[in-house]
């Protein structure tokens, strides 16, 4: 293989890891990131495998457009340091959770949707930044009720009693039936934990404290596709209304029974006037999504069913069931299932088992008690973060902890308090324990990112690969696509530098179709637009007899061969006769017929512009070759360990 450029052998590649394999303007390219890109360019799908000589020129023309970027700056910009770090953030989130934990959380979630629970429970209110004292009294409370209940007093009764729940004086405490992701994550957990008839331990979530007792476990429902007729019923409505809405819906009934159409008559009687516009249909209903009245009826139906009138506690409907079906495949849920728990705040579960590794792994330290319990006393009357509190402080930076023996101050703290003011509320203890835990959550996952370059080499390669990726494209840009794209006075020179290569089989009319309102409109029409330059010829008709309040002539303009248009081929072609646009009775055209090759670049424009990129991108590459050559070298014998090592 004759390189065109300095070859030079690696003086002493045995024994590296990842040897260099070659050197563009002074940039030190690993044998490593030649694989990585060769092999993902030429995989087995790969229709055409390069050759990996004809290769490594593709990928020398590929590095120098990257330096060309970085020689003109592109790198430094705003524009790409933010474009870049928004892609490496997104590459980045893969790395920062443990996929493994995500991944059975998801999993246990399904399984979950394949039951549905009834419980019943006793609520003791206690808000998410309770005073410590306040939560304990809470707790005490909810124990109160866990022994209570296990001495043997009646849910229903102890619930009516002592649950801060405002609908217990309707269920008392008994929430019916539900499934996965229908309840706060931490109460979902803890009753699909209890067997039917258990009574669990105080359960906390963002409400309080939580005594649940499991009622009953069944298979999921699934879901039915139906529709419905209904006929509003307000809650004061007198009898003998219930009695004249009841009376309308049996005939109702007796029609569709007779072969009515039941599309029609919702689209016709239906109170539900959203539904009734697509024939009374519903769409598909689960667990949870409608009355408890009307969902135990559309699942007692059979497919194909159309029930009886029957009354729920809104009105009454007639209801026509088509399908039902049970909880779809893993694979097929699995998406919804991982959207519904980031609309929830649920989707941490990996990131926090990654943290809770990482902090063993870089021994963080626990919170330092004295530095601690400075933040916590200081300023007993402002609010952590605000400019009373951080005065206070007196620019002091005390250690709060070590991560990987690096050390973290308070002016760090106080930093991510500020960013974090949402979560600023309650009382201080229990704000700055919440917050706390947040930084330092947030301490170990920003140094893990830091390092990701170095743990996970095949990360480094992506983030590089999208690094020059941007950087080529930036270049490119401004180099060959825009000159090709708009540079008028480069792609007619090139035209006629190479018109031969432009030639038609057959020829094109190259002009305008016009419809009026009148025969007498032609000859005006055909002189305005004879003296006129053909890219005017649109806007100069729009100017005269085309103005908003009245319209004389329609108009389209082309290049046109035999086929594309029905008034082109009868006037050039020898085509069909063909009918007039309603409200233009006469047409014409006007141009000229172009028989082998085009008028100008614009007859061409994408072939040309094509050809004109192809000519700017070797231009380019040449000069590159040029202005680099002396500063490129390849270290032949690692070349040839590509792949085999």
């Not at 979630?109 to 419980?119: D, F, I, M, S, T």
């Not at 330092?368 to 973060?385: F, K, N, R, S, V």
């Not at 708009?486 to 089989?505: C, I, M, N, P, V």
Request: a negative charge; charged letters at 30%; aromatic letters at 12%.
């Amino acid at each position: 293989m004759a390189f065109p450029l300095a070859v030079a052998l690696a003086a002493n590649a045995q024994g590296q890891t990842d040897p260099v394999l070659m050197e563009i303007g002074g940039k030190q390219i690993k044998r490593s990131e030649f694989e990585y890109i060769y092999n993902k360019n030429n995989s087995a799908s790969t229709v055409e495998k390069k050759d990996l000589d004809e290769y490594v020129d593709m990928f020398i023309n590929f590095k120098l457009k990257v330096l060309e970027a970085e020689n003109a700056g592109i790198d430094t910009t705003q524009a790409f340091r933010k474009e870049f770090a928004g892609y490496r953030a997104q590459l980045a989130k893969g790395y920062l959770t443990d996929k493994e934990v995500d991944e059975d959380y998801v999993r246990c979630v399904y399984e979950r949707l394949k039951e549905n629970v009834r419980a019943s429970h006793i609520l003791i209110d206690c808000p998410e930044g309770a005073l410590p004292a306040d939560t304990l009294r809470a707790y005490e409370r909810a124990m109160e009720v866990y022994r209570l209940l296990e001495s043997g007093a009646d849910f229903e009764e102890t619930a009516r009693r002592m649950s801060d729940d405002k609908s217990v004086k309707y269920n008392g405490g008994d929430l019916g039936y539900f499934t996965a992701l229908q309840m706060v994550p931490t109460f979902e957990a803890a009753v699909y934990a209890l067997q039917p008839g258990e009574v669990s331990l105080p359960v906390r979530s963002r409400f309080g404290y939580h005594v649940i007792k499991m009622t009953d476990r069944r298979p999921d429902r699934g879901k039915v596709h139906v529709a419905h007729i209904f006929k509003h019923i307000p809650q004061d409505a007198g009898q003998d209304k219930v009695d004249k809405a009841m009376a309308q819906m049996d005939s109702l009934y007796a029609a569709i029974m007779a072969g009515a159409d039941f599309a029609e008559l919702a689209k016709t009687y239906s109170d539900d006037k959203v539904s009734a516009q697509r024939g009374g249909e519903l769409g598909w209903i689960g667990m949870r999504q409608t009355i408890p009245e009307f969902e135990d009826k559309i699942f007692a139906m059979s497919d194909g069913e159309v029930s009886k009138p029957f009354a729920t506690p809104v009105g009454i409907h007639i209801v026509k069931r088509f399908e039902h079906r049970l909880i779809e495949p893993y694979d097929v849920k699995h998406d919804q299932i991982v959207m519904m728990l980031n609309r929830m705040g649920e989707n941490d579960k990996g990131q926090k088992a990654l943290i809770a590794r990482l902090k063993k792994e870089y021994a963080m330290s626990d919170t330092d008690q004295d530095t601690y319990g400075m933040l916590l006393g200081l300023a007993p009357d402002a609010q952590l973060g605000d400019s009373a509190y951080v005065a206070a402080l007196g620019g002091r930076d005390d250690v709060l902890f070590t991560l990987d023996g690096k050390s973290y101050g308070v002016q760090g703290f106080i930093d991510f308090v500020n960013g974090n003011s949402r979560f600023n509320k309650g009382s201080r203890a229990v704000v700055l324990s919440r917050l706390m835990d947040m930084y330092r959550d947030r301490v170990v996952l920003d140094y893990e990112d830091s390092r990701l370059e170095d743990k996970y080499p095949e990360f480094a390669l992506l983030v590089n690969e999208y690094r020059d990726g941007i950087l080529l494209f930036d270049i490119s840009n401004r180099e060959v696509w825009d000159k090709a794209s708009s540079d008028e006075e480069g792609l007619e020179a090139y035209f006629k530098k190479h018109r031969r290569d432009y030639r038609w089989d057959e020829p094109h009319f190259k002009g305008i179709v016009v419809h009026c309102v009148r025969d007498s409109l032609e000859q005006p029409v055909k002189r305005l637009l004879k003296d006129k330059d053909y890219a005017a010829w649109m806007t100069e008709l729009r100017k005269a007899y085309m103005s908003d309040s009245v319209k004389l002539v329609r108009a389209e303009k082309g290049l046109y061969v035999k086929g594309d248009n029905k008034y082109v081929d009868y006037f050039k072609f020898k085509g069909e006769a063909f009918d007039q646009p309603e409200g233009f009775p006469y047409t014409f055209i006007y141009g000229k017929l172009l028989k082998r090759k085009p008028e100008d670049f614009r007859d061409v424009r994408g072939q040309v512009s094509a050809d004109y990129q192809n000519y700017l991108e070797k231009e380019w590459v040449a000069s590159l070759r040029k202005k680099y050559a002396d500063q490129i070298i390849i270290h032949k014998d690692v070349l040839e360990t590509v792949n085999k090592h």
